[in-house]
């Protein structure tokens, strides 16, 4: 199991709290200091069931830099989206959990970290 994280977040803490509490086996990736591909992005979308637009943070400074509130949402559109997670990790939701039985949560609640648990 690995878990991408930004140490300044709440949420992160929390589920690594809980996953620590749970004696889960894990990894940590500090995703703003080693950011994924956008193939990595890719394949943890697959995993989540999600599209790019869902998996960002359009809060983030650089989002409304990018005007991305306005960017298209099709499948046209996708490769834009993945490319600006890439290029700017801030953007992404976070904690990203992907478990050993291949699926991934985006771990904001106890229960979604729990559902990584199996």
Do not use: F
């Not at 589920?15 to 940590?28: H, I, K, P, Q």
């Not at 046209?76 to 990790?89: I, K, Q, S």
């Amino acid at each position: 199991m690995e878990i991408w994280l930004n140490p300044a977040c709440s949420k992160c803490r929390a589920a690594v709290d809980l996953l620590d509490a749970e004696g889960a086996a894990y990894t940590v990736r500090r995703y703003l200091e080693e950011p994924p591909s956008a193939a990595e992005i890719e394949a943890v979308l697959g995993r989540l069931g999600l599209e790019p637009w869902d998996l960002t943070r359009l809060g983030e400074a650089v989002a409304a830099e990018l005007g991305i509130a306005d960017w298209g949402r099709d499948a046209g559109d996708r490769a834009r989206w993945v490319a600006a997670l890439a290029a700017h990790p801030v953007l992404i939701q976070r904690p990203i959990i992907t478990a050993d039985d291949g699926h991934a949560v985006v771990g904001r609640s106890p229960e979604a970290v729990r559902s990584a648990l199996g």
